[in-house]
Structures are given as structure tokens and as C-alpha cells.
């Protein structure tokens, strides 16, 4: 019987795995795969068999039980079997299912965590998500829009933070502002969009949670969306190469 | 003129840092790290100067202007200067006050993200922080008791999110659960302690928030509490190797 390794790939750029998921893939003998984890990380186990299994937001991703499947029946014939996560695994992963899967089963499993998006998206744009006496927490979200009941948990969770990240917000933005403002986040609150964190394509803007549609019309997926004070802090006033939202005024 | 870069170490173990931080370590004259790294993840940069300048837990650390100035003073006489932060740099790091330092002396300097000890931490509980139909979102805090008007604050985004980790909150577990049960968090919530994550002494204790005080009364430092129903969930019923306090029930 071999193990499963659930790994974190990190934001995507190759290098921002880590050391102990690096040395983990070069001895898989398979790995499973999101269809987002980018082809320089898949090079990193040569000698491995791919399969590429969901997530690929809002398209057609393959149902969890396959992949919970999947992974016991690999482990029964593999020594070293690979799950890589896009991110880290324990962060909207749904790496719970696959561990309650792989426990039901008797496989051993390990977890190596990742570097999540957020992290390298406030790298890209050199804001820290905390700062002293602006920011001393950070909620990071899955925005559920237009689901009823659940709608305003997302935002509770938002408005009660310094800083929040929204996870797989790209084509939702009209209804992400629309939800926030209504629930009583002001339209000039800083906001950020994000696309494609720590690689090549990255684009980065700076615009307000009211004019976030239409900047957000023609983003890249996937894309984070960060809100709070953070981003309007003195670091941003001469940032040239930012690009900035023609509304957006640091010193609101 | 040199660049500095400032990365992330990671949770702990010298092989959760990423493949980047890593090369650049190898690459750097000069390291300038927190006192919490590790002597292993130094031992990435046997070539390098190292300089411990603070930030250990509560206790005397290096004055921040202090490390700003070493900074740039260092980037004027190398090419490679590293400053190595636990965790990830963008995430209770202080990171905002050197980055205006090296752009106030106009230094070139890059950000290399890392895992957040609260990743690591949910590896070591094996339990994911978002759970489908438990939990969509995570906050990430450091609780400020006893500071009169901004006490509330901390607890307004803890009691709003699904899960909450504690960040730095060994030795204030007692006021801690005080002060989030007196604003109206049940003592009945699951909480897991965790110290030393990713690290061979790591220890970690299930319990409820109203026992919390009594767990962390000897637990070691650093440590991360976890808050929410994420901890209750099915997965945890048959693990035995995890130290169950006697208070808790995972059915509450």
C-alpha cells in the first residue's frame, strides 16, 4: 500500500513550491492534478503519469468521488501518489473530502501545505495585507452571489474585516459589489483585482469597490479581489507602474 | 546598488520554504532573519552573513527603524541581500514599513511569498479551514486584549468569519476566550491549539473555547488557536493519535 501526498503548488509560478513538495513530486510515481497547476510544475516529476482532475472555476471539473477514488485505487498499486493542489490544499480545496476518503480507506496520507494566491498577490503588489494601525486581520472568502439565504454570511465576514480576499471572484464582480455595497461597504472602500498572482500574466488594478465591474469587465481568470484600507495606504501614492483606475484617489 | 528581497521562511520545518527562497538564500550575502527561524533554514545560506534582528514572541526585539536602516545600508555595499521573515512577509510581517524604507532610498527589492503558519497548523490538525457546507471563509488575526476601544475590533472579525486562527496567541489564551465569549462567541466552540506547526516538537490539543485557558495554560510558544465548526466535523470522530482534551465532545 503506498501514500498520498496532498500538496500545495502555490500560486502557480513553478518556484513558489516548496523544497518538500518539490522532492515529493520528483518521486511520484503519479500525480493527480488541477487543471489550473501550470505545465512547469508537472515538469518538476518527469517520470511520473499525469491526470489532470478538476478544478477549473466554472468550467467542467471532475466530480469529487471520481477523484476520492481515484486516489485509493492509485495508492493500491503506487508507493508514492501525488494529489497537487492549486494553492495550499487545506484552503477551498475541498481536501477534506479527499482525506475522509483516503481514512475510510485505510491509506496513509501526509499534507504539504502551499503558498495560497492571496499571499502572492499581496506580494505583487507590494501592499502587506496586515499593517500597524491600518490592518490587523484578514478574512479570506469565496463569495456565494445571488444564492439567497447564504448571501449574507460572505458579506458579514467581509465587513467585519481590516482586509479581505475574495477567492474565485473573476466574473462576478457586478454582483460581489453590488452584494458588498448593499450590506453596507462603502463604494470608496480601496479595492484590487488581481489576475493570474506570480506569473508572467499577472495584471494587477487599483480602482474602488464601486467601480470594480467595470474594471473587472475584461480580467483574466483567475482572479483575487482584495478590499480594505491597506491599498490606500502612503506606499501606493508613487507607484508609477501601477495602474491605477482612472476613479480611484489614494488620499480619499 | 543590490536588491533586497524579502521572503518567506515558512512555518518552521527548512523544507517549507519555497524553491525561490531557497535559490536566493544560496545566492545572498548577507540574510537578515527574524529570531524564530530556524538554524537550518539558515544553513541554506552558508555563504551569507547572517543577522538575527527581532521578531520573537513578547520579547525584546530589534527596534524596527533599526532593521529599515540595516537594510539599505546593507543593499549599498552587496548585490544580494535577504530578509528572511517566518512565515509569509505580506502577513503579520511588518513588511510595509521596510518596503517604504527601500523605496524612501529608492532600493530595488522583491517580495517572495511563503506558507503562513496557519497553513501549516490545519496540515498538522488535518483539517482543512474551509469545509464544503461548514465553512467559506477563514480569518486571519492577531487578537489585541486588553486595549480598551480597539478590544472589540479583533473579535467583531472573528465572531463574523466560519473559522478563525489566532495568530500570536500563546500566553493570552485566558483573556482570549474572555473577551470572544463576552462577545457572544459560545464556550461550547470548537478550538485547537497548535504549537511549533510543521516542526518535530509540534503539539496540538482539541478543545472548546470555554477550556481553552486550562489547555494553553503550559503549551508551548509560538502557537496558533483555531476556532470554528471546521474542528467538530466527522473527520476528527476516530483519530486517535490526536490529544482530545477531556471537555470536549466532537457532537456538541
Given at each position: 500500500?503506498?501514500?498520498?501526498?496532498?500538496?500545495?503548488?502555490?500560486?502557480?509560478?513553478?518556484?513558489?513550491?516548496?523544497?518538500?513538495?518539490?522532492?515529493?513530486?520528483?518521486?511520484?510515481?503519479?500525480?493527480?492534478?488541477?487543471?489550473?497547476?501550470?505545465?512547469?510544475?508537472?515538469?518538476?516529476?518527469?517520470?511520473?503519469?499525469?491526470?489532470?482532475?478538476?478544478?477549473?472555476c466554472r468550467?467542467?471539473?471532475?466530480?469529487?468521488?471520481?477523484?476520492?477514488?481515484?486516489?485509493?485505487?492509485?495508492?493500491?498499486?503506487?508507493?508514492?501518489?501525488?494529489?497537487?493542489?492549486?494553492?495550499?490544499?487545506?484552503?477551498?480545496?475541498?481536501?477534506?473530502?479527499?482525506?475522509?476518503?483516503?481514512?475510510?480507506?485505510?491509506?496513509?496520507?501526509?499534507?504539504?501545505?502551499?503558498?495560497?494566491?492571496?499571499?502572492?498577490?499581496?506580494?505583487?503588489?507590494?501592499?502587506?495585507?496586515?499593517?500597524?494601525?491600518?490592518?490587523?486581520?484578514?478574512?479570506?472568502v469565496t463569495p456565494r452571489v445571488g444564492t439567497g439565504e447564504t448571501a449574507s454570511d460572505w458579506t458579514k465576514s467581509v465587513l467585519?474585516?481590516?482586509?479581505a480576499v475574495l477567492y474565485m471572484a473573476s466574473g462576478q464582480a457586478a454582483q460581489i459589489a453590488a452584494s458588498l455595497m448593499q450590506s453596507g461597504l462603502?463604494g470608496?472602500t480601496?479595492a484590487?483585482l488581481?489576475?493570474?498572482?506570480?506569473?508572467?500574466?499577472?495584471?494587477?488594478?487599483?480602482t474602488t469597490l464601486a467601480q470594480l465591474p467595470e474594471v473587472a469587465h475584461n480580467a483574466?481568470s483567475p482572479a483575487l479581489i482584495v478590499l480594505?484600507?491597506?491599498?490606500?495606504?502612503?506606499?501606493?501614492?508613487?507607484?508609477?507602474?501601477?495602474?491605477?483606475?482612472?476613479?480611484?484617489?489614494?488620499?480619499?
Amino acid at each position: 500500500m503506498g501514500k498520498v501526498y496532498l500538496i500545495g503548488a502555490g500560486p502557480g509560478a513553478a518556484d513558489l513550491i516548496t523544497l518538500r513538495g518539490a522532492r515529493l513530486l520528483a518521486q511520484a510515481e503519479v500525480v493527480f492534478h488541477d487543471a489550473l497547476v501550470q505545465p512547469e510544475l508537472l515538469a518538476l516529476a518527469p517520470q511520473a503519469q499525469h491526470i489532470a482532475v478538476g478544478k477549473r472555476c466554472r468550467k467542467l471539473s471532475t466530480d469529487q468521488r471520481f477523484i476520492n477514488r481515484a486516489l485509493v485505487e492509485a495508492a493500491q498499486r503506487h508507493t508514492i501518489v501525488v494529489r497537487l493542489k492549486g494553492g495550499d490544499p487545506m484552503l477551498f480545496g475541498r481536501a477534506q473530502e479527499e482525506i475522509a476518503a483516503l481514512r475510510e480507506a485505510g491509506i496513509a496520507y501526509e499534507i504539504v501545505p502551499g503558498v495560497t494566491s492571496a499571499l502572492a498577490a499581496a506580494a505583487d503588489l507590494g501592499i502587506s495585507l496586515t499593517q500597524r494601525g491600518v490592518s490587523r486581520n484578514v478574512v479570506f472568502v469565496t463569495p456565494r452571489v445571488g444564492t439567497g439565504e447564504t448571501a449574507s454570511d460572505w458579506t458579514k465576514s467581509v465587513l467585519a474585516a481590516d482586509t479581505a480576499v475574495l477567492y474565485m471572484a473573476s466574473g462576478q464582480a457586478a454582483q460581489i459589489a453590488a452584494s458588498l455595497m448593499q450590506s453596507g461597504l462603502p463604494g470608496s472602500t480601496p479595492a484590487a483585482l488581481i489576475s493570474n498572482a506570480s506569473l508572467p500574466t499577472m495584471q494587477k488594478i487599483l480602482t474602488t469597490l464601486a467601480q470594480l465591474p467595470e474594471v473587472a469587465h475584461n480580467a483574466a481568470s483567475p482572479a483575487l479581489i482584495v478590499l480594505g484600507e491597506v491599498l490606500s495606504a502612503q506606499a501606493l501614492e508613487d507607484l508609477p507602474e501601477f495602474i491605477k483606475h482612472e476613479h480611484f484617489s489614494a488620499s480619499s
